[in-house]
């Protein structure tokens, strides 16, 4: 077990890179973090950063039936609009993952706001799913192959949320593990997801690292994700060494989930770009 050097000074960079190690998770779990979780105890446990960001976003709402999350988009490509639903097991046993994030429900409702022809016809591939929200939607919103994938403790929640939502013809869990060499039978998505994937900095370049191998620069990657200390920073000065950004900017809900330190951008890999991150 590693011991916190406390001579260095308050803020250090070097010891926050120590208190990273001795608890890889611990941006995770602040309490002002904690309350923008929707767990399992949702509803006897309300926040109030939940009950904001999810009454904020109006086209989103949630309920715990049975034990399930249900999050209910919806959308107006269809008329008169409708509700597109996503239930979920919802477990932080196997990991943070196994919690529903706000940015993965901000991604979701992005892509059901968009509709079935944004995905029509396309690879869909999600990183770092955690419960699979994000992919699931895409599922449910019609005609794509979407790929969820994490780490190996997330694939029997990701399995059981596939099942649940009656998704196995179109969604499909795989393990990808970031900064591994990408499994063959994984195919070369036409979309890339990934929300709130950026907190921990060893993982910082594995994850761009996994970005670059899986993309071109026709890739469309859409990335959402909450700013939560100044190392964040340095995901971005990584990451430009392979990839552009922009900010999403026909999404409603921008400005309401800004305020949550919460942004989505688009990511543009590089046609230059041959270097490691
Ligand atoms: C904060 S959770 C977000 C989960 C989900 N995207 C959401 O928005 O609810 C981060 C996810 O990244 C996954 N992850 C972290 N490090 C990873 C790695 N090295 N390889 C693959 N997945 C990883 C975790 O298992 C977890 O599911």
Redesign the pocket.
């Known amino acids: 077990m590693l011991e916190l050097d406390t001579s260095l000074p308050c803020g250090d960079i070097a010891q926050e890179e120590q208190l990273d190690h001795l608890d890889p998770l611990r941006h ?1 779990k602040d309490d002002t973090e904690l309350e923008g979780i929707i767990s399992s105890d949702g509803l006897t446990r309300p926040s109030a950063s939940v009950s904001e960001l999810l009454t904020a976003l109006p086209e989103q709402s949630h309920s715990v039936e049975d034990g399930l999350l249900k999050l209910s988009f919806t959308h107006r490509w269809d008329s008169p609009p409708r509700l597109l639903s996503i239930s979920l097991v919802v477990d932080a046993a196997p ?7 706000p ?3 901000i ?1 979701a409702n992005y892509l059901v706001q968009k509709g079935p022809k944004y995905i029509k016809g396309k690879t869909v591939l ?6 699979g ?2 992919g699931l939607a895409v599922g449910a919103l019609g005609d794509a192959k979407v790929l969820i ?3 190996a ?2 694939l029997s929640i990701m399995r059981s949320n596939v099942s649940l939502n009656n998704l196995q013809e179109r969604v499909m869990v795989a393990e ?4 591994s060499p990408i499994p063959a039978d994984i195919p070369p998505p036409d979309i890339i997801l ?4 950026v ?2 900095e060893p ?1 910082f370049p ?2 761009i690292q ?1 970005l670059r191998d899986l993309s071109n620069s026709n890739t469309e990657i859409l990335f959402c994700y909450k700013k939560r200390r100044k190392a964040d920073k340095r995901f971005f000065t990584m990451l430009k060494k392979t990839f552009a950004w922009k900010e999403v900017s026909d999404d409603p809900n921008r400005q309401i989930y800004s305020r949550e330190a919460i942004t989505l951008v688009r990511l543009f890999k590089l046609k230059s770009s041959n270097g490691s991150p």
């Open positions: 995770l990991g943070c993952g196994g919690l529903a994030w940015a993965g429900q991604l999600e990183l770092g799913s955690g419960t929200l994000v994938t994490d780490q403790p997330l990808l593990n970031w900064g990934a929300a709130d994937c907190y921990f993982a594995l994850l996994t």
